[in-house]
Structures are given as C-alpha cells and as structure tokens.
C-alpha cells in the first residue's frame, strides 16, 4: 500500500455543542493520511492515484455546506464522503484539531483510522 497525505488542510464549517460555538463557521486542521493500493506498473497517469487536489477541494466544499456538533462526527462523516467519493482509497486516518477553542490550549482534536468497508453481500476471508 502507498500513502499520499494532506497535513494541516484548514476548512470552514459550522460545528459546537455551545451557542456561542455556533454562531459563525470555524476553522478545522485536517491532517489527512490516504492508503491506495500500489500499481502493479509504476506511471505517471493521474488516474492510478487520488488527486489529492480533488480531495482538498471536495472536502472543503462539502464540510462547508454541513453543520456538526461534534469533531467525532465530523470524522466520521469526512471519512465515509472520502470512500465513497474516491474507489481507490482503502485506508486513511484522519486528524481534525479545533485550534484555540479553549483558553491556554493550543488545539483540541480527534483522530480515527479507517479501512474501506467489505461491499455488501460479500463476507470476509
């Protein structure tokens, strides 16, 4: 498996628990590592990847137009869009950190890793 990686990707969406957290949109840090499967013939054909501009510009655009309450449910849902919008991704492992939320605290976060979902119907070796 190959990795491709997008770190400290800033994106705006609405997100908090408080009211006051969710007056305006906030900035997230994603730090996000992406495994695919190794070609079998190294190339230089876009098409054997994951356009990590792609990723970056779908994820901004989609966490934009969705609110959350929690860091947890905004990963997971960032996680399903990405294996879902992208068949080569077979893992990944997602770090959002909400910078300067709390008072003398630098960045708080959430980090989860995930493999590709088996498609239905089909069992596990």
Request: aromatic letters at 8%; glycine letters at 6%; one cysteine or more.
């Amino acid at each position: 498996m190959d990795k491709i990686f997008l770190h400290g990707m800033q994106a705006q969406t609405l997100i908090g628990v408080y009211e006051w957290e969710r007056q305006n949109k906030q900035t997230i840090v994603f730090d996000l590592d992406i495994g695919i499967e190794t070609p079998q013939v190294p190339t230089d054909d876009i098409g054997t990847t994951v356009h990590y501009g792609d990723v970056c510009a779908r994820v901004r655009a989609d966490v934009a137009a969705r609110d959350f309450l929690l860091l947890e449910s905004l990963a997971e849902h960032v996680a399903r869009f990405l294996f879902e919008s992208f068949d080569k991704i077979v893992w990944l492992r997602l770090r959002l950190c909400k910078p300067g939320i709390l008072p003398d605290v630098r960045e708080v976060g959430v980090e989860i890793e995930r493999s590709r979902p088996a498609p239905l119907g089909r069992v596990s070796d």
